[in-house]
């Protein structure tokens, strides 16, 4: 009887292990590429809540949700470094633009950030703000913004660094004159609360008023606060042109003296006479690194830059905020000046104006004003033509009817040098745009087509179409690349115990369809998307899930 006890005990325990084991989500026989840059395999990846819980061949386990992905690349989400879905992620969380391309963790703070905010901060930020989009502001720091976001829901996670443009505002206001001590020790609590708060550090955009009045040694300061919480300094540099080469020495040389990792954003050699620099500043990258210097570099896959017309004016114009520099432009002296300065190559300032070939190549894309917004997708040249105005007139003339600084696309990279930087191995990839849809008040204006292509146009056109980079190394450069350099856990990679944030994409059909000409076109071919074990794009349609977390940096405090 006992044995026969035994037995039956015996025989019911092997059944047990026998039982398959049953996972939340089970994508079956996928073409893995982890995010290491090692080559692809065929295999199977389990999620347990928001959690990848196995990833190899599991034939014998079952999923309450199965997902066949035969012929199907599994990846991990995309890592946007450079996100302006500030303001059209309250308008609409589910940012569709590019959960459709596998994004799954957007990065804020190109100079500006949403907090923290002061009066005049929220008027600056309203100013250049998106469109028509209305919201309250109902927070004050950079910790309380995100978790506003995620709390009234978004699909993709969200984090941030701290603008020292915001910083600027803040407390010198648009002023250029250097920070009092007083004002210095305040931009760096700020900072100091902004890192506590989980930002990844200091980002500035110094081609533009007031960022442009920011001394080197003001950003040293404010940098070497942030280090001391493994924060990155992240800089649209003062120059992507002429003195391209003397702003990168001055992003090394912040790196250096504040003891941070830095990375530059959107590298480009701007305007034709500027295109063959592409080896001296690959020479100064290397060699910083060489020394020991972290420096790293993101991009978006376009030969068009966008950014407003105020990059056609010098700072000294922009002194004190917009209503000044309208009232200025109203000014015939001024506007006699201006126009002089706008047509002359200079090393002071960046002007754009000056780095497009042609006006033809200027396209204005971002108006507010509802009586111009039939302007929209014109060139500076075509309007210009219509008013019987020359094109630096017209300039202004727009930036004080449209009150903004009106939103527009220069022409000034070469596709050579596009190509060049895909394959530097430091390089990650960032919008530089919103993520929405073209619907709703986001049909309003238009934008640049990288709000719906950059990605996809880097997995279709440059891995797949010309080869340029493996798809391995683009993965790579859109995963655990960038999440070490922004030193963030357990994301952008394909590991057991890492959030699961997938993206699975057929690599034969993604593509992207946005053009300058119809920018506003979801790119195709993305067929799942998961945001932290939560499907949010199933067969391509989005699902309406909203559980983006905030990300946040290596010095967040409980």
């Known amino acids: 009887m006992k044995s026969t006890l035994t037995a039956l005990i015996i025989g019911f325990l092997l059944a047990s292990c026998s039982q398959p084991q049953t996972f939340d989500v089970l994508i079956k026989n996928g073409q893995i590429i982890d995010g290491s840059g090692q080559p692809s395999y065929v295999g199977d990846i389990a999620i347990n809540a928001d959690t990848i819980a196995a990833i190899g061949n599991l034939k014998n386990a079952k999923g309450r949700q199965e997902i066949d992905a035969t012929g199907l690349v599994v990846a991990p989400g995309f890592i ?110 700020m900072v100091k609360k902004a890192m506590e708060e989980g930002a990844l550090g200091i980002g500035s955009s110094l081609i533009y008023a007031p960022a442009f009045y920011a001394s080197t040694e003001e950003l040293i300061e404010l940098c070497k606060v942030a280090s001391a919480y493994e924060g990155m300094y992240i800089s649209h540099m003062r120059s992507e042109g002429n003195q391209l080469l003397e702003s990168l020495d001055e992003l090394i040389r912040i790196a250096d003296e504040a003891n941070i990792r830095a990375e530059v954003y959107h590298l480009k050699m701007a305007g034709k006479d500027n295109w063959n620099k592409f080896d001296a500043v690959v020479s100064k990258i290397d060699s910083a690194r060489a020394a020991g210097l972290d420096i790293t570099t993101d991009m978006y896959t376009y030969t068009a830059g966008g950014t407003g017309l105020n990059a056609t004016m ?80 017209t300039a202004m003339d727009l930036v004080i009817q449209d009150g903004s600084r009106v939103g527009t696309i220069f022409f000034l990279m070469s596709e050579e040098n596009v190509k060049k930087q895909l394959a530097l191995p430091y390089m990650s990839f960032g919008s530089d745009e919103e993520s929405s849809a073209p619907e709703g008040v986001f049909l309003e204006t238009s934008n640049h087509p990288r709000a719906y292509g950059n990605v996809a146009r880097l997995l279709g056109k440059y891995v797949r179409d010309e080869k340029v980079i493996s798809l391995e190394e683009a993965i790579y450069k859109l995963t655990t690349l960038p999440a070490t350099n922004l030193k963030i856990k357990k994301r952008g990679a394909l590991k057991t115990g890492y959030f699961s944030d997938l993206a699975i994409f057929n690599p034969n059909e993604i593509q992207d369809h946005a053009t300058f000409e119809k920018p506003q076109q979801f790119s195709t071919g993305m067929v799942h998307v998961f945001v932290n074990g939560v499907q949010v794009l199933k067969d391509g349609k989005h699902t309406g899930a909203l559980p983006g977390q905030v990300v946040r940096g290596p010095g967040y405090k409980n």
Not at 135 to 149: A, H, K, N, Q, R
Not at 337 to 352: D, F, G, S
């Open 80 to 189: 946007n470094m450079l996100s302006w879905a500030t303001e059209s992620l309250i308008e609409d969380g589910k940012s569709q633009s590019d959960i459709r391309q596998g994004v799954t963790l957007e990065v804020f703070g190109e100079g500006w950030s949403m907090g923290p905010v002061t009066e005049a901060s929220i008027k600056a930020i309203r100013e250049i703000g998106y469109g028509n989009i209305v919201y309250d502001f109902e927070w004050e720091t950079l910790g309380e913004y995100l978790e506003f976001l995620t709390k009234k829901g978004v699909s993709p996670n969200v984090a941030s660094f701290v603008g020292a443009t915001t910083l600027r505002i803040n407390t010198v206001g648009f002023e250029d004159r250097a920070p009092t001590d007083e004002e210095m020790e305040q931009m760096k609590s």
């Open 314 to 393: 010098p700072p000294w114009v922009q002194e004190g905020g917009y209503e000044k520099w309208a009232e200025r432009l109203q000014d015939p002296k001024i506007r006699k000046q201006l126009i002089k300065e706008m047509t002359t190559p200079t090393n002071e300032w960046e002007n754009y104006m000056m780095a497009v070939e042609s006006y033809d190549d200027m396209l204005l894309v971002g108006f507010k004003n509802d009586s111009l917004k039939y302007l929209t997708g014109k060139s500076l040249a075509e309007v210009a033509e219509m008013r019987k105005t020359s094109p630096e007139e």
